[in-house]
């Protein structure tokens, strides 16, 4: 199963927690944001990802399991 | 005036087609078996609201799911140069009742909504007296739901979301009102073109409605004509058929033209000298990167700005946005402010080079596609009118396409 990014972007508020833990996949536009550079997480950046996950205060970020 | 088969008959301007006249036309209403959903899938009938979503599949999964949801019959048309929806539901409201009952069988839906923009008035009336006449359980108890006049309305989800919550505001995908999700009922949420060429199908077949299209197009689409031409307005044309085809039933442009709008509001400028050949079908323009939306053909004459049109129509997205998500709320109102500098000839270079940054960023970060749509019209403008984007005079409030 590989792991991909999602973005409730209803529930974002740009608080940025998301880019401030996983940079290497998540940016934040000129508002503050998040772009996700590549949703596909690789696995070396999955623990990194999942606390990104669970910092985020307004519960928009998400981990979904997609088969390859 | 084209009309083929929607529209054929009496002259859709003098008014509402009777019920009487309706079936004598077209004779009674076949019954719903499993036939039905055959014959809209060999028929090839994609949305009309704007998405092209194949029609079956949807009624497929809303079925799956279980059905027993609403269906809603869609003549929200927010967009503000399409008339299509308004021109049928006033003068053919039994060919949408009649869509719409089959649907509301095929899928099991439990009640029926007519879902229509507050501001069409005569829309309303006819649809409202044309349920009157019927007699068929599912239509009597049918309810009409105004529309808010606002471009998102007509979004499915959004439709759902007035409905249940008082509020035309799109939702987070998936799940899609088509899909059931836990304890929520599927809907389906279908335009109401769409359901009268059900109507159609139901009546006459799947081979009956592709011997009308062109290049391999299916059957007829309803578009409506805006600009320099003619006759500006409603036209039921051959699925395929190409936009010079367009512009000589729309009786010729008055002017020289310099762009066609395709699409509407979520569509794109093509260059008027790229334009001509473009095949109006859904899927074929899809392919070229383009759009058929709802069907807007819109002609932007040489003495007419396409910069500056551009910049109106930005300026409407963005305060037509729902404001529920960040980047199609400060994105698009970015976008709109600079473009609209732009327009009035006091922008600095890195303007519009933050314009196609912001283009590009934006899209995909909402939770509908308005954001998408708008990044998607503004980028084909870039394109369409890069000569005038690079040297811009002030002269804002030029006119229409």
Known sequence: MRKHLAIDRIRCDGRGMCAELLPELISLDDWGYPIIASDRVPDHLSAQAEKAVRSCPVLALALRSVRP | ?401
């Open chain 2, 1 to 401: 005036m084209s009309r083929l088969r929607l529209l054929s008959g009496p002259d859709p301007a003098a008014g509402s087609e009777a019920l009487n006249v309706h079936v004598q036309r077209f004779g009674p209403l076949p019954a719903v078996g499993p036939g039905l959903f055959d014959a809209i899938e060999r028929s090839g009938l994609t949305g009309r609201g704007g998405a092209a979503f194949p029609v079956a599949k949807k009624w497929r999964a809303v079925s799956a799911a279980g059905g027993g949801g609403a269906l809603i019959v869609n003549g929200a048309e927010g967009e503000p140069q399409s008339f299509k929806d308004r021109t049928l539901m006033s003068s053919r409201p039994h060919l949408v009742l009649d869509g719409a009952l089959l649907a509301a069988r095929a899928v099991r839906a439990s009640s029926v909504v007519m879902y229509i923009g507050e501001e069409h008035r005569a829309a309303q009336v006819t649809m409202a007296r044309a349920v009157a006449e019927r007699t068929e359980h599912e239509l009597r108890h049918a309810r009409l739901v105004l529309a808010p006049a606002r471009y998102v309305a007509g979004e499915s989800s959004a439709a759902v979301k007035l409905l249940n919550a008082g509020i035309a505001s799109p939702t987070t995908r998936p799940p899609s009102p088509h899909e059931g999700d836990g304890g929520r009922l599927p809907t389906l949420v279908q335009n109401v073109e769409t359901l009268a060429q059900v109507a159609l199908i139901a009546r006459y077949g799947a081979d009956w409605f592709r011997s009308a299209g062109r290049r391999g197009a299916a059957g007829t689409i309803l578009v409506t004509v805006a600009g320099a031409v003619t006759s500006p307005g409603v036209l039921e044309v051959e699925a395929g058929i190409s936009v010079r085809e367009v512009l000589e039933l729309a009786g010729g442009a008055t002017q020289q033209l310099r762009a066609v709008l395709l699409g509407g509001y979520f569509g794109s400028w093509v260059d008027a000298s790229s334009a001509w050949d473009l095949p109006l079908d859904a899927s074929m323009l899809r392919e070229r990167g383009l759009t058929l939306g709802c069907g807007v053909v819109g002609f932007l004459p040489v003495t007419g700005c396409g910069v500056c049109e551009t910049a109106r129509i930005m300026e409407y997205l963005a305060s037509e946005s729902s404001a529920q998500c960040g980047p199609c709320f400060f994105g698009l109102r970015a976008l709109a402010t600079t473009s609209g500098w732009i327009a009035q000839g006091i922008a600095d270079p890195s303007d519009l080079a933050r314009l196609e940054r912001w283009s590009r960023e934006v899209r995909g970060r909402g939770a509908c596609h308005h954001p998408d749509g708008a990044v998607g019209l503004l980028q084909s403008a870039l394109t369409a009118f890069a000569t005038e984007y690079q040297s811009h005079p002030a002269h804002l409030g030029s006119q229409v396409a």
